[in-house]
């Protein structure tokens, strides 16, 4: 019991010293911050105030110090019992650590200096630099920001499945054409069909052929060729791997009458069976045809119909520009030097940016660019402004002016503001003649007028009956669409 009372005492003495050591250690602070708020301020102070400072610190630093020793040698006695009569050892040395204040003498101004310790200052010896190591390098260009882009792949086993971990500004799809003769069939299909019996898109048949698609010198080729007349008259064509609707005009049509066969050859490529995509910007880089009443096809289609309709999924068109060199309508010019690019829904007017040159568009190679965002699509040629063709915070639909029956009001009230453009598209490069689509009745030039009309049951037959007169602005190479490349970036 006594030596549990003295232990006790002696540590609540020990404690008692070190907080007076704490206080006064405090104190130093307070000195060393007053002298360096005044030193700062420019402002005098006595300089007998600190010299007493320093001596009271130090005379309460050396007694606390003692006694602090003092008492660690009693706790020793009280803790260790059986050393009773031996000699008590001698302390290991300690480091010294007392503190002292040094007050500079006044200077002439009368502003006290910040004070200075007399310990000398202590230098490391500077580390040489260190070998550059890649792996220690932080590329922040490969820092992964969630894309709004959504790409979709058609598996072996027919399904879609829809790509996960897209990062922003990643290409997520490209084709620069290398190889050849024959396209890559892992990124293209082609379509193999007719026109159909109601409506003539073109008096063109689409076929799989390296006459009328190629690659060569890394770019896809693209290229109309002619048939010959007994076959466009009385010629039997049967599509063997049709895309069309089976047991239609799309895949088997015999020439007969005024009921002619399509008189030209030529290629759709797409990507309908491999890969669609929802926003990103799409580049494509090319050098349209130049030959009268050619028709590039360069486009977006819907890959799905079934929530907007089949005719108001809407389509999206990155360039066009007709290939008759000079062709005017009511005197304004709508030929081969005015190109459009924009999208349509349904029967509504096409909205669409033009740009003319009057070099024409099919002289040189452009880079035509879709920039298709949740909020906008954004069209663009080589360096120059996007051009926005939506109207922020307003539905499309309305603004194109799209009437909406009462059973699918729902859908498109429920629908973003871009709809129907909030849907997987695919890619769809081809060229195409002729057709109801791109030419009114009223065009032409001084040479010649339109050869058919849009309303005439002879439709094909007045074309062809005609070729004289279209067919020598054929040129070997002109009349050729080619590809450099195809890329798509993630937004």
Request: charged share 30%; proline share 7%.
């Amino acid at each position: 019991m006594i030596k549990s009372d003295s232990f006790s005492r002696a540590k609540e003495m020990c404690s008692e010293t070190f907080a007076k050591f704490c206080l006064i250690s405090l104190h130093v602070l307070f000195v060393h911050l007053i002298d360096g708020v005044h030193s700062q301020a420019q402002v005098s102070i006595p300089s007998d105030w600190l010299q007493e400072s320093q001596d009271y610190i130090n005379r309460e630093l050396k007694l606390q110090q003692d006694l602090m020793r003092e008492h660690a040698a009693n706790l020793w006695k009280i803790s260790h019992p059986e050393d009773k009569g031996k000699p008590t050892p001698a302390p290991t040395p300690k480091p010294h650590h007392d503190i002292e204040v040094v007050v500079a003498t006044p200077t002439p101004s009368l502003v006290v200096p910040k004070p200075t310790t007399t310990k000398e200052p202590t230098y490391e010896t500077p580390r040489p630099p260190q070998p550059y190591e890649e792996d220690n390098f932080v590329d922040l260009r490969n820092t992964c920001l969630r894309a709004k882009t959504e790409v979709w792949e058609k598996g072996s086993d027919g399904r879609w499945k829809k790509r996960k971990g897209l990062c922003r500004d990643r290409e997520v799809y490209k084709d620069e054409f290398s190889g050849g003769p024959r396209v890559d069939n892992t990124k293209w299909s082609h379509e193999v069909r007719m026109p159909g019996e109601d409506t003539y898109h073109g008096f063109v048949t689409y076929l799989e052929s390296v006459e009328n698609s190629y690659v060569k010198d890394n770019m896809l080729f693209i290229k109309p060729t002619v048939l010959d007349d007994r076959t466009v008259r009385t010629g039997h064509r049967f599509l063997e791997n049709c895309t069309g609707r089976l047991g239609s005009e799309e895949c088997d049509r015999r020439g007969r009458g005024f009921q002619f066969l399509p008189p030209v050859n030529s290629a759709l490529l797409t990507t309908k069976n491999i890969m669609a995509f929802k926003y990103g910007k799409i580049e494509i880089r090319a050098k349209l045809p130049i030959g009268d009443w050619i028709v590039p096809e360069i486009t977006l289609e819907p890959r799905r119909t079934e929530t907007y309709g089949e005719l108001k999924s809407g389509r999206i068109r990155i360039a066009l520009a007709k290939g008759n060199r000079h062709l005017t309508k009511e005197t304004k010019e709508v030929g081969n030097s005015i190109l459009e690019q924009g999208f349509e829904v349904g029967s509504s007017p096409p909205r669409k940016v033009t740009r003319e040159t009057a070099d024409g568009w099919g002289n040189a190679f452009h880079n035509y660019t879709l920039i298709w965002t949740p909020d906008n699509l954004k069209f663009q040629v080589d360096d120059g402004t996007p051009e926005p063709l939506c109207t922020p915070g307003h539905p499309l639909y309305k603004t194109l002016g799209i009437r909406i029956g009462k059973q699918n009001a729902a859908i498109w009230e429920r629908a973003t503001n871009i709809a129907p453009f909030d849907k997987e598209f695919y890619i769809s490069l081809g060229l195409t003649v002729g057709g109801l689509d791109h030419f009114p009745d009223d065009v032409g030039n001084s040479e010649q007028r339109k050869p058919w009309g849009n309303y005439d049951t002879k439709l094909l037959s007045t074309f062809w009956e005609n070729r004289a007169d279209w067919m020598k602005s054929w040129e070997e190479n002109n009349s050729t669409m080619i590809v450099d490349y195809v890329r798509i970036t993630s937004v």
